[in-house]
Protein backbone atom coordinates (compact mmCIF):
# COMPACT_ATOMS: atom_id res chain seq x y z
CA UNK A 1 0.00 0.00 0.00
CA UNK A 2 2.78 2.52 0.58
CA UNK A 3 4.78 1.47 -2.36
CA UNK A 4 1.13 2.05 -4.21
CA UNK A 5 0.83 5.84 -2.55
CA UNK A 6 4.35 6.54 -3.28
CA UNK A 7 4.39 5.63 -6.88
CA UNK A 8 1.10 7.67 -7.01
CA UNK A 9 3.29 10.61 -5.21
CA UNK A 10 6.04 10.29 -7.66
CA UNK A 11 4.11 10.29 -10.49
CA UNK A 12 1.81 13.67 -9.91
CA UNK A 13 5.28 15.29 -9.15
CA UNK A 14 6.36 14.06 -11.94
CA UNK A 15 3.57 15.18 -13.96
CA UNK A 16 3.59 18.81 -12.47
CA UNK A 17 7.68 19.10 -13.07
CA UNK A 18 6.85 18.20 -17.17
CA UNK A 19 4.22 20.46 -17.16
CA UNK A 20 5.82 23.54 -15.47
CA UNK A 21 9.67 22.16 -17.03
CA UNK A 22 7.95 22.88 -20.64
CA UNK A 23 6.46 26.20 -19.76
CA UNK A 24 9.51 27.59 -18.66
CA UNK A 25 11.73 25.70 -21.76
CA UNK A 26 9.34 27.10 -24.22
CA UNK A 27 8.70 30.84 -22.45
CA UNK A 28 13.04 31.06 -22.48
CA UNK A 29 13.28 29.78 -25.61
CA UNK A 30 10.92 31.89 -27.46
CA UNK A 31 12.62 35.05 -25.77
CA UNK A 32 16.44 34.06 -27.36
CA UNK A 33 14.46 33.62 -30.91
CA UNK A 34 12.94 36.94 -30.54
CA UNK A 35 16.45 38.74 -29.16
CA UNK A 36 18.01 37.18 -32.59
CA UNK A 37 15.10 38.06 -34.32
CA UNK A 38 14.02 35.16 -35.92
CA UNK A 39 10.40 35.61 -36.94
CA UNK A 40 7.33 34.87 -34.86
CA UNK A 41 5.41 32.55 -37.49
CA UNK A 42 8.60 30.78 -37.25
CA UNK A 43 8.60 30.09 -33.12
CA UNK A 44 5.13 28.93 -33.04
CA UNK A 45 5.64 26.54 -35.93
CA UNK A 46 9.13 25.00 -34.61
CA UNK A 47 10.02 26.42 -30.56
CA UNK A 48 6.40 26.53 -29.66
CA UNK A 49 5.11 23.25 -31.24
CA UNK A 50 8.22 21.21 -29.83
CA UNK A 51 7.92 22.61 -26.42
CA UNK A 52 4.35 21.11 -26.02
CA UNK A 53 5.25 18.06 -26.99
CA UNK A 54 8.47 18.28 -24.67
CA UNK A 55 6.79 15.89 -22.36
CA UNK A 56 5.94 13.22 -24.64
CA UNK A 57 9.79 12.97 -25.67
CA UNK A 58 11.00 12.70 -22.48
CA UNK A 59 8.80 10.52 -21.35
CA UNK A 60 9.44 7.93 -24.63
CA UNK A 61 13.07 8.69 -24.29
CA UNK A 62 13.29 7.79 -20.74
CA UNK A 63 11.35 4.77 -21.59
CA UNK A 64 13.59 3.68 -24.20
CA UNK A 65 16.52 3.83 -22.10
CA UNK A 66 15.15 2.25 -19.07
CA UNK A 67 13.91 -0.62 -21.62
CA UNK A 68 10.09 -0.38 -20.76
CA UNK A 69 10.01 0.42 -24.42
CA UNK A 70 6.32 -0.66 -24.68
CA UNK A 71 5.92 2.42 -22.79
CA UNK A 72 7.58 4.29 -25.39
CA UNK A 73 5.00 3.53 -28.54
CA UNK A 74 2.23 3.91 -26.84
CA UNK A 75 2.51 7.05 -24.97
CA UNK A 76 3.65 8.59 -28.39
CA UNK A 77 0.52 6.79 -29.86
CA UNK A 78 -1.30 7.76 -27.04
CA UNK A 79 -0.95 11.26 -27.28
CA UNK A 80 -1.61 11.66 -30.45
CA UNK A 81 -5.15 10.27 -30.63
CA UNK A 82 -5.75 12.13 -27.25
CA UNK A 83 -4.50 15.37 -28.86
CA UNK A 84 -6.73 14.82 -32.39
CA UNK A 85 -9.71 13.69 -30.48
CA UNK A 86 -10.11 15.50 -26.96
CA UNK A 87 -7.79 18.86 -27.82
CA UNK A 88 -9.68 19.86 -30.81
CA UNK A 89 -13.04 17.80 -29.69
CA UNK A 90 -13.04 20.00 -26.79
CA UNK A 91 -11.59 23.74 -28.15
CA UNK A 92 -14.53 23.04 -30.36
CA UNK A 93 -17.01 23.19 -27.75
CA UNK A 94 -15.96 27.34 -27.26
CA UNK A 95 -16.33 27.92 -30.66
CA UNK A 96 -15.93 26.47 -34.45
CA UNK A 97 -12.39 25.28 -34.87
CA UNK A 98 -11.38 26.93 -38.52
CA UNK A 99 -8.99 25.12 -40.25
CA UNK A 100 -6.94 27.33 -42.89
CA UNK A 101 -6.32 25.54 -46.55
CA UNK A 102 -2.59 24.88 -46.19
CA UNK A 103 -3.06 22.55 -42.77
CA UNK A 104 -6.11 21.07 -44.97
CA UNK A 105 -3.53 20.15 -48.10
CA UNK A 106 -0.88 19.76 -46.92
CA UNK A 107 0.29 18.86 -42.63
CA UNK A 108 -2.91 17.18 -42.11
CA UNK A 109 -2.28 14.94 -44.50
CA UNK A 110 1.20 14.58 -44.38
CA UNK A 111 0.76 13.77 -40.31
CA UNK A 112 -1.68 10.68 -41.82
CA UNK A 113 0.99 9.78 -44.05
CA UNK A 114 3.40 9.48 -41.14
CA UNK A 115 1.29 7.73 -39.14
CA UNK A 116 1.50 5.04 -42.23
CA UNK A 117 5.39 4.89 -42.15
CA UNK A 118 5.29 4.21 -38.54
CA UNK A 119 2.34 1.43 -39.10
CA UNK A 120 4.71 -0.20 -41.88
CA UNK A 121 8.12 0.26 -40.22
CA UNK A 122 7.04 -1.11 -36.90
CA UNK A 123 4.45 -4.22 -38.23
CA UNK A 124 6.89 -5.68 -40.82
CA UNK A 125 10.16 -5.80 -37.75
CA UNK A 126 7.95 -5.80 -35.07
CA UNK A 127 10.33 -3.48 -33.72
CA UNK A 128 11.90 0.14 -34.16
CA UNK A 129 15.21 -0.55 -34.65
CA UNK A 130 18.20 2.04 -34.88
CA UNK A 131 17.19 2.31 -38.85
CA UNK A 132 13.78 3.22 -38.75
CA UNK A 133 14.97 5.50 -35.80
CA UNK A 134 17.11 7.41 -37.97
CA UNK A 135 14.46 7.52 -41.35
CA UNK A 136 12.20 8.78 -39.12
CA UNK A 137 14.53 11.68 -38.01
CA UNK A 138 15.87 12.28 -41.44
CA UNK A 139 12.14 13.03 -42.40
CA UNK A 140 11.28 14.86 -39.34
CA UNK A 141 14.77 17.22 -41.00
CA UNK A 142 13.07 17.44 -43.81
CA UNK A 143 9.85 18.49 -42.67
CA UNK A 144 11.59 21.39 -40.41
CA UNK A 145 13.02 22.94 -43.15
CA UNK A 146 9.76 22.57 -45.31
CA UNK A 147 8.53 24.46 -42.81
CA UNK A 148 10.81 27.08 -42.40
CA UNK A 149 11.33 27.54 -46.41
CA UNK A 150 6.76 27.97 -45.76
CA UNK A 151 7.48 30.73 -42.67
CA UNK A 152 10.02 32.43 -44.75
CA UNK A 153 7.63 32.89 -47.73
CA UNK A 154 4.79 33.59 -45.94
CA UNK A 155 7.00 36.62 -44.23
CA UNK A 156 7.79 38.15 -47.82
CA UNK A 157 3.92 38.24 -48.52
CA UNK A 158 2.82 40.00 -45.65
CA UNK A 159 4.39 42.97 -44.16
CA UNK A 160 3.78 44.18 -41.04
CA UNK A 161 3.89 47.32 -39.50
CA UNK A 162 3.92 47.91 -35.81
CA UNK A 163 2.73 51.22 -33.68
CA UNK A 164 5.69 52.08 -31.31
CA UNK A 165 3.33 51.39 -28.35
CA UNK A 166 3.09 47.31 -30.20
CA UNK A 167 7.02 47.75 -30.04
CA UNK A 168 7.21 48.78 -26.56
CA UNK A 169 4.62 45.99 -25.46
CA UNK A 170 6.51 42.89 -27.51
CA UNK A 171 9.98 44.20 -26.08
CA UNK A 172 8.59 44.45 -22.30
CA UNK A 173 7.41 40.57 -22.92
CA UNK A 174 11.17 39.59 -23.97
CA UNK A 175 13.12 37.79 -21.00
CA UNK A 176 16.66 39.20 -19.60
CA UNK A 177 19.24 36.87 -21.09
CA UNK A 178 20.23 35.37 -17.57
CA UNK A 179 16.45 34.44 -17.21
CA UNK A 180 16.20 33.20 -20.58
CA UNK A 181 19.16 30.53 -20.09
CA UNK A 182 17.80 29.98 -16.25
CA UNK A 183 14.34 29.04 -17.47
CA UNK A 184 15.93 27.19 -20.46
CA UNK A 185 18.22 25.02 -18.42
CA UNK A 186 15.74 24.93 -15.79
CA UNK A 187 13.06 23.64 -17.82
CA UNK A 188 15.17 20.99 -19.71
CA UNK A 189 16.33 19.40 -16.03
CA UNK A 190 12.45 19.62 -15.17
CA UNK A 191 11.73 17.86 -18.24
CA UNK A 192 14.10 15.04 -17.71
CA UNK A 193 13.97 14.35 -14.21
CA UNK A 194 9.91 14.27 -14.55
CA UNK A 195 10.06 11.93 -17.25
CA UNK A 196 11.98 9.93 -15.35
CA UNK A 197 9.40 10.22 -12.54
CA UNK A 198 6.41 9.35 -14.67
CA UNK A 199 7.77 6.09 -15.98
CA UNK A 200 9.00 4.76 -12.81
CA UNK A 201 5.54 5.98 -11.14
CA UNK A 202 3.76 4.69 -14.15
CA UNK A 203 5.69 1.10 -14.16
CA UNK A 204 4.60 0.76 -10.36
CA UNK A 205 1.35 1.38 -10.41
CA UNK A 206 0.94 -1.05 -13.48
CA UNK A 207 2.60 -3.64 -11.97
CA UNK A 208 0.71 -3.46 -8.76
CA UNK A 209 -2.71 -3.39 -10.65
CA UNK A 210 -1.44 -6.51 -13.07
CA UNK A 211 -1.91 -3.91 -16.05
CA UNK A 212 0.14 -3.53 -19.15
CA UNK A 213 2.98 -0.83 -19.93
CA UNK A 214 0.50 -0.58 -23.28
CA UNK A 215 -2.69 0.59 -21.38
CA UNK A 216 -1.13 2.69 -18.80
CA UNK A 217 1.14 4.96 -22.13
CA UNK A 218 -2.18 4.81 -23.92
CA UNK A 219 -4.17 6.43 -20.62
CA UNK A 220 -2.70 7.73 -18.11
CA UNK A 221 0.63 8.57 -19.19
CA UNK A 222 -0.75 10.06 -22.63
CA UNK A 223 -3.02 12.20 -21.12
CA UNK A 224 -0.65 13.66 -18.75
CA UNK A 225 2.32 14.42 -21.22
CA UNK A 226 -0.63 15.86 -23.59
CA UNK A 227 -1.66 18.92 -20.98
CA UNK A 228 0.63 21.59 -22.69
CA UNK A 229 -0.94 21.07 -25.92
CA UNK A 230 -4.41 20.65 -24.41
CA UNK A 231 -3.55 24.34 -22.30
CA UNK A 232 -2.23 26.06 -25.45
CA UNK A 233 -5.37 24.98 -27.75
CA UNK A 234 -7.50 26.17 -25.30
CA UNK A 235 -6.04 29.37 -24.87
CA UNK A 236 -5.51 29.56 -28.28
CA UNK A 237 -9.33 28.77 -29.04
CA UNK A 238 -10.52 31.19 -25.95
CA UNK A 239 -8.76 34.32 -27.76
CA UNK A 240 -10.55 33.30 -30.93
CA UNK A 241 -7.01 32.38 -32.47
CA UNK A 242 -8.72 28.99 -33.90
CA UNK A 243 -6.52 28.78 -36.80
CA UNK A 244 -3.99 28.27 -34.59
CA UNK A 245 -5.13 25.40 -32.24
CA UNK A 246 -5.77 22.68 -34.96
CA UNK A 247 -1.87 23.40 -36.17
CA UNK A 248 -0.87 23.05 -32.79
CA UNK A 249 -2.39 19.82 -32.22
CA UNK A 250 -1.28 18.31 -35.74
CA UNK A 251 2.35 19.60 -35.37
CA UNK A 252 2.42 18.14 -32.02
CA UNK A 253 1.45 15.06 -33.19
CA UNK A 254 3.92 15.19 -36.53
CA UNK A 255 6.90 15.55 -33.76
CA UNK A 256 5.71 12.94 -31.76
CA UNK A 257 6.37 10.23 -34.42
CA UNK A 258 9.35 11.81 -36.66
CA UNK A 259 11.46 13.62 -33.52
CA UNK A 260 10.03 11.27 -30.38
CA UNK A 261 9.68 7.46 -31.72
CA UNK A 262 12.98 8.34 -34.14
CA UNK A 263 15.43 9.35 -31.24
CA UNK A 264 13.69 6.78 -28.76
CA UNK A 265 14.47 4.05 -31.40
CA UNK A 266 18.01 5.61 -32.28
CA UNK A 267 18.71 5.16 -28.66
CA UNK A 268 17.09 1.36 -28.42
CA UNK A 269 15.40 -0.36 -30.31
CA UNK A 270 11.66 -0.32 -29.05
CA UNK A 271 9.33 -3.28 -29.03
CA UNK A 272 6.28 -3.16 -31.28
CA UNK A 273 3.26 -5.19 -30.36
CA UNK A 274 0.30 -6.01 -32.27
CA UNK A 275 -1.82 -3.55 -29.85
CA UNK A 276 0.14 -1.04 -31.15
CA UNK A 277 -0.45 -1.82 -34.62
CA UNK A 278 -4.21 -1.70 -34.08
CA UNK A 279 -3.70 1.66 -32.11
CA UNK A 280 -2.22 3.19 -34.62
CA UNK A 281 -4.74 1.78 -37.39
CA UNK A 282 -7.34 3.90 -35.00
CA UNK A 283 -5.19 6.83 -34.80
CA UNK A 284 -5.28 6.95 -39.11
CA UNK A 285 -9.17 6.29 -38.92
CA UNK A 286 -9.53 8.99 -36.51
CA UNK A 287 -7.52 11.19 -38.08
CA UNK A 288 -9.42 10.45 -41.54
CA UNK A 289 -12.47 11.37 -39.78
CA UNK A 290 -11.40 14.67 -38.40
CA UNK A 291 -10.06 15.70 -41.62
CA UNK A 292 -13.71 14.87 -43.37
CA UNK A 293 -14.99 17.18 -40.84
CA UNK A 294 -12.73 19.97 -40.78
CA UNK A 295 -12.48 19.85 -44.88
CA UNK A 296 -16.52 20.02 -45.14
CA UNK A 297 -16.90 23.58 -44.61
CA UNK A 298 -13.36 24.60 -43.45
CA UNK A 299 -13.72 23.96 -39.97
CA UNK A 300 -14.98 21.88 -37.11
CA UNK A 301 -18.50 22.70 -35.19
CA UNK A 302 -19.81 22.15 -31.62
CA UNK A 303 -21.58 18.85 -33.03
CA UNK A 304 -18.26 17.75 -35.02
CA UNK A 305 -16.43 18.27 -31.08
CA UNK A 306 -18.72 16.24 -29.07
CA UNK A 307 -18.98 13.40 -31.69
CA UNK A 308 -15.14 13.50 -31.18
CA UNK A 309 -15.04 13.29 -27.87
CA UNK A 310 -17.66 10.38 -27.78
CA UNK A 311 -15.41 8.35 -30.03
CA UNK A 312 -12.19 9.26 -27.86
CA UNK A 313 -14.25 8.09 -24.52
CA UNK A 314 -15.30 4.71 -26.49
CA UNK A 315 -11.91 4.12 -27.41
CA UNK A 316 -10.70 4.44 -23.92
CA UNK A 317 -13.57 1.87 -22.98
CA UNK A 318 -11.83 -0.50 -25.45
CA UNK A 319 -8.35 -0.23 -24.08
CA UNK A 320 -9.60 -0.79 -20.94
CA UNK A 321 -11.42 -3.67 -22.03
CA UNK A 322 -9.08 -5.44 -24.14
Known amino acids: MKEMILATIILIIGFILLI ?18 VPSLIIGMT ?36 NLMVVCGFCALFTPLAVQDNTLKKDFPFSIIIAGVLLVLGFFGMSL ?14 FILMMIKSAKNARNRDVIIESEEEKEEAAERILPIWKCILYIIGGAVAIAVGGDMVVNGASTIAADFGLSQTLIGLTIVAMGTSLPELVTSIVAARKNEVDMALGNVIGSNIFNILFVLGIASSISPIAFLMENVIDILILIVMS ?18 IVMLLSYAAYMVYVCMR
Open 20 to 37: KGADFFVEGSASVAKRLR
Open 47 to 82: IVAMGTSLPECAVSVTASITNNNALAVSNAVGSNIF
Open 129 to 142: GRVDGIILLVIFVI
Open 288 to 305: IVVLIFAGSKKKITRPEG
